[in-house]
């Protein structure tokens, strides 16, 4: 039993709408919910969330995935995975996308656009560099992107179906995923009473300015869960861990 839960009675005096998951070293997993959550009849471990950009981190395990299988190479660039791209981002590597040192902008359109994979990469690809590739650290948004694109087009699977049958496959992780996963009567809502598909993907399915780098949705036991995988190499091999877990730039 998890001994610290009176360590958080601020979140619950400031009746704040949280869920809290806690294993410590691969322990079992416990579940608390604070604020107007926990009286709605809905259990921690049935919650759905937005992870928000923590879908970032999933994205990452699975271009890692895609590396161990041979699908894709770390120090590859734009120019093999895509046709058509110009000189200043021909050289840029799946890597440089992975640790925001592409040079990519933080996004180069709203969340809620209903735009599709090949325009998303038009845009994305004929976008202006904020720096010169492996320079320095910039936030993107359209990097993981182009990532996601990247998983695709190397796998030939949707991201949800690579994530579902490459990555976490025979985790249970049955609540971790776009609309595929989605239950309205398990979301979880905003003070206003919107849900996930309405607060986050903008009324209807996610699009690709949103696609890989935000929005994924999932339950606190399943982040827990994936955590543990990937630590313990259920989800990618220790080797490649090593590498994902170092860090390359500030």
Same mark, same amino acid.
């Given at each position: 039993?998890?001994?610290?839960?009176?360590?958080?009675?601020?979140?619950?005096?400031?009746?704040?709408?949280?869920?809290?998951?806690?294993?410590?070293?691969?322990?079992?997993?416990?579940?608390? *919910?604070?604020?107007?959550?926990?009286?709605?009849?809905?259990?921690?471990?049935?919650?759905?969330?937005?992870?928000?950009?923590?879908?970032?981190?999933?994205?990452?395990?699975?271009?890692?995935?895609?590396?161990?299988?041979?699908?894709? !190479?770390?120090?590859?660039?734009? *120019?093999?995975?895509?046709?058509?791209?110009?000189?200043?981002?021909?050289?840029?590597?799946?890597?440089?996308?992975?640790?925001?040192?592409?040079?990519?902008?933080?996004?180069?359109?709203?969340?809620?656009?209903?735009?599709?994979?090949?325009?998303?990469?038009?845009?994305?690809?004929?976008?202006?560099?904020?720096?010169?590739?492996?320079?320095?650290?910039?936030?993107?948004?359209?990097?993981?992107?182009?990532?996601?694109?990247?998983? *695709?087009?190397?796998?030939?699977?949707?991201?949800?179906?690579?994530?579902?049958?490459?990555?976490?496959?025979?985790? *249970?992780? !049955?609540?971790?995923?776009?609309?595929?996963?989605?239950?309205?009567?398990?979301?979880?809502?905003? !003070?206003?009473?919107?849900?996930?598909?309405?607060?986050?993907?903008?009324?209807?399915?996610?699009?690709?300015?949103?696609?890989?780098?935000?929005?994924?949705?999932?339950?606190?036991?399943?982040?827990?869960?994936?955590?543990?995988?990937?630590?313990?190499?259920?989800?990618?091999?220790?080797?490649?861990?090593?590498?994902?877990?170092?860090?390359?730039?500030?």
């Amino acid at each position: 039993m998890y001994s610290g839960w009176t360590q958080l009675a601020a979140i619950e005096e400031r009746n704040l709408n949280v869920i809290v998951g806690v294993s410590y070293k691969g322990g079992p997993i416990e579940l608390r *919910e604070f604020g107007a959550v926990s009286e709605d009849g809905i259990s921690p471990e049935a919650r759905q969330v937005d992870i928000n950009s923590i879908t970032k981190t999933v994205t990452g395990v699975m271009a890692a995935k895609l590396v161990q299988q041979g699908k894709a !190479k770390l120090d590859e660039t734009l *120019e093999n995975f895509f046709e058509n791209v110009l000189e200043d981002k021909s050289g840029i590597t799946l890597h440089q996308l992975l640790t925001h040192s592409a040079g990519f902008r933080h996004s180069v359109g709203q969340d809620f656009e209903r735009l599709d994979r090949n325009d998303f990469l038009a845009r994305a690809l004929q976008s202006d560099l904020e720096s010169a590739p492996g320079e320095k650290y910039e936030y993107s948004n359209v990097g993981y992107g182009i990532v996601t694109a990247i998983i *695709e087009t190397r796998s030939d699977k949707s991201y949800e179906r690579y994530l579902h049958e490459d990555v976490i496959a025979g985790l *249970e992780l !049955k609540d971790t995923g776009y609309a595929s996963v989605y239950d309205e009567n398990r979301s979880l809502r905003t !003070k206003g009473g919107e849900t996930i598909e309405k607060a986050s993907w903008g009324g209807y399915k996610p699009y690709w300015n949103l696609i890989g780098n935000g929005g994924l949705i999932s339950t606190a036991q399943d982040m827990i869960r994936f955590r543990q995988a990937v630590i313990s190499g259920e989800a990618v091999s220790q080797k490649m861990l090593e590498i994902i877990q170092t860090p390359h730039i500030k």
